[in-house]
């Protein structure tokens, strides 16, 4: 168990310490099971998932901002917008169902109607997600086929199986899980994602499955996930490609009492935190990763565009592979964020905690040595005061490898 330090609000350092299991608990009235459909073209390894949600289950949903939503995406909003409560959720790796209109559509509907048939609920009552390959038809015969294995193998134990089926390019499935104690009560959260590339998730071939067994109305649940989503998911990149097929579901069981809501609302963040977290880590073939921590802001809003434009600097990515503290990318970086009135001899830049830029100009004890022992880290940390503002914003970032150019240059074939 590590303890996480998880920062709730933009203009403050109010932080907790909450143990994560890089592993995820189960969730009473959450089964899962998975199937091998046959879709991934040079293994027979499982690649779908269905999630089957208990009657008192409340749901939340953010989808991608991706203009070119998939198919699976518009059903999902659909299904959501008909009033009907959510109770399977079916997904499919290797292959994103997007990019092809009508032909799309009509598959992910026919994929639910299936699920739904099968599970005696309504069609409205599945909420596909996809991930994979953009532009090639989702071969749904396959997918029906292998529903009702998935469904003899439901379970509260699978999460790590799920984790599995949905991974595309990931090196390792991404879990993570915490307990909650309070006077009068306990609950489990629980997380499971996928993502290593296309990353920038606007909401990445991002998909995430996080679940708490605690009761928790619909309004608040819808509430707390987009709150975690803005510290947590919102906040990472790899390449700054928003996919089309982005979805972070939050489920709510209601099998265990309603904890405090600031404590839910911690315990999410941490969860949510470790999971954007590694798939950072992942970041197709990444060596180490950039925390860039921009202070003084006039807004977050501006805060953020520095931490993004450093982050996916393509310069800046490869010093950071590297391990060369090549100084004057994050610079140059900072310099064409588009920050209106900004003036460069307010800016102070620390590295690992020691000063490497003052007043716009190089910190007088700043040392190249200095430079490559905090680059040479998993994880280089990079402070940014703008002198501004007292808004504030976090980025994790990953550098740019071979391994990345090797995984997408090959990913089709």
Same mark, same amino acid.
């Given at each position: 168990?590590?303890?996480?330090?998880?920062?709730?609000?933009?203009?403050?350092?109010?932080?907790?310490?909450?143990?994560?299991?890089?592993?995820?608990?189960?969730?009473?009235?959450?089964?899962?099971?998975?199937?091998?459909?046959?879709?991934?073209?040079?293994?027979?390894?499982?690649?779908?998932?269905?999630?089957?949600?208990?009657?008192?289950?409340?749901?939340?949903?953010?989808?991608?901002?991706?203009?070119?939503?998939?198919?699976?995406?518009?059903?999902?909003?659909?299904?959501?917008?008909?009033?009907?409560?959510?109770?399977?959720?079916?997904?499919?790796?290797?292959?994103?169902?997007?990019?092809?209109?009508?032909?799309?559509?009509?598959?992910?509907?026919?994929?639910?109607?299936?699920?739904?048939?099968?599970?005696?609920?309504?069609?409205?009552?599945?909420?596909?997600? $996809?991930?994979?390959?953009?532009?090639?038809?989702?071969?749904?015969?396959?997918?029906?086929?292998?529903?009702?294995?998935?469904?003899?193998?439901?379970?509260?134990?699978?999460?790590?199986?799920?984790?599995?089926?949905?991974?595309?390019?990931?090196?390792?499935?991404?879990?993570?899980?915490?307990?909650?104690?309070?006077?009068?009560?306990?609950?489990?959260?629980?997380?499971?994602?996928?993502?290593?590339?296309?990353?920038?998730?606007?909401?990445?071939?991002?998909?995430?499955?996080?679940?708490?067994?605690?009761?928790?109305?619909?309004?608040?649940?819808?509430?707390?996930?987009?709150?975690?989503?803005?510290?947590?998911?919102?906040?990472?990149?790899?390449?700054?490609?928003?996919?089309?097929?982005?979805?972070?579901?939050?489920?709510?069981?209601?099998?265990?009492?309603?904890?405090?809501?600031?404590?839910?609302?911690?315990?999410?963040?941490?969860?949510?935190?470790?999971?954007?977290?590694?798939?950072?880590?992942?970041?197709?073939?990444?060596?180490?990763?950039?925390?860039?921590?921009?202070?003084?802001?006039?807004?977050?809003?501006?805060?953020?565009?520095?931490?993004?434009?450093?982050?996916?600097?393509?310069?800046?990515?490869?010093?950071?592979?590297?391990?060369?503290?090549?100084?004057?990318?994050?610079?140059?970086?900072?310099?064409?964020?588009?920050?209106?009135?900004?003036?460069?001899?307010?800016?102070?830049?620390?590295?690992?905690?020691?000063?490497?830029?003052?007043?716009?100009?190089?910190?007088?004890?700043?040392?190249?040595?200095?430079?490559?022992?905090?680059?040479?880290?998993?994880?280089?940390?990079?402070?940014?005061?703008?002198?501004?503002?007292?808004?504030?914003?976090?980025?994790?970032?990953?550098?740019? $490898?071979?391994?990345?150019?090797?995984?997408?240059?090959?990913?089709?074939?």
């Amino acid at each position: 168990m590590t303890p996480v330090p998880v920062a709730l609000n933009e203009n403050t350092n109010i932080a907790m310490d909450v143990e994560i299991h890089t592993t995820a608990a189960p969730i009473a009235g959450i089964e899962i099971g998975t199937a091998s459909a046959g879709l991934r073209s040079r293994t027979s390894s499982e690649d779908i998932a269905v999630v089957r949600l208990a009657p008192t289950a409340e749901v939340a949903v953010v989808f991608t901002r991706n203009a070119f939503a998939a198919a699976p995406v518009q059903v999902a909003r659909e299904h959501l917008a008909s009033g009907t409560e959510p109770r399977y959720l079916l997904y499919n790796s290797a292959n994103a169902n997007a990019g092809l209109g009508a032909q799309g559509v009509a598959a992910a509907r026919e994929c639910c109607r299936e699920l739904a048939h099968r599970a005696g609920v309504e069609e409205s009552a599945v909420l596909p997600f $996809s991930t994979g390959v953009i532009g090639e038809p989702l071969p749904t015969a396959k997918v029906i086929a292998a529903l009702d294995t998935a469904l003899a193998n439901l379970g509260e134990d699978h999460w790590l199986a799920a984790a599995q089926a949905i991974m595309t390019t990931d090196a390792w499935a991404k879990l993570a899980t915490t307990e909650l104690r309070w006077e009068g009560g306990c609950c489990q959260v629980s997380g499971l994602a996928k993502g290593a590339g296309m990353i920038r998730p606007d909401m990445a071939t991002m998909l995430a499955l996080v679940a708490t067994d605690a009761a928790v109305p619909s309004a608040l649940l819808g509430e707390l996930l987009s709150e975690t989503m803005d510290q947590s998911f919102h906040c990472i990149t790899v390449d700054g490609d928003t996919s089309t097929n982005d979805a972070c579901v939050l489920v709510a069981t209601g099998m265990a009492p309603a904890p405090p809501t600031e404590l839910l609302r911690e315990a999410l963040c941490a969860v949510c935190h470790r999971l954007a977290r590694e798939i950072v880590r992942d970041g197709e073939g990444a060596r180490r990763i950039a925390a860039i921590r921009v202070r003084g802001g006039a807004d977050r809003e501006e805060c953020r565009a520095v931490g993004f434009t450093l982050a996916q600097s393509p310069l800046f990515k490869t010093a950071l592979y590297a391990a060369d503290p090549n100084w004057g990318r994050i610079l140059a970086a900072i310099g064409r964020a588009g920050l209106p009135d900004f003036e460069v001899d307010k800016v102070r830049i620390e590295l690992a905690g020691e000063p490497l830029v003052i007043g716009g100009e190089r910190a007088p004890n700043y040392s190249e040595a200095q430079g490559q022992r905090a680059f040479a880290a998993d994880e280089v940390q990079i402070d940014i005061y703008l002198g501004r503002g007292q808004s504030e914003a976090q980025v994790w970032g990953s550098d740019l $490898s071979p391994e990345y150019l090797r995984i997408n240059s090959e990913y089709r074939t």
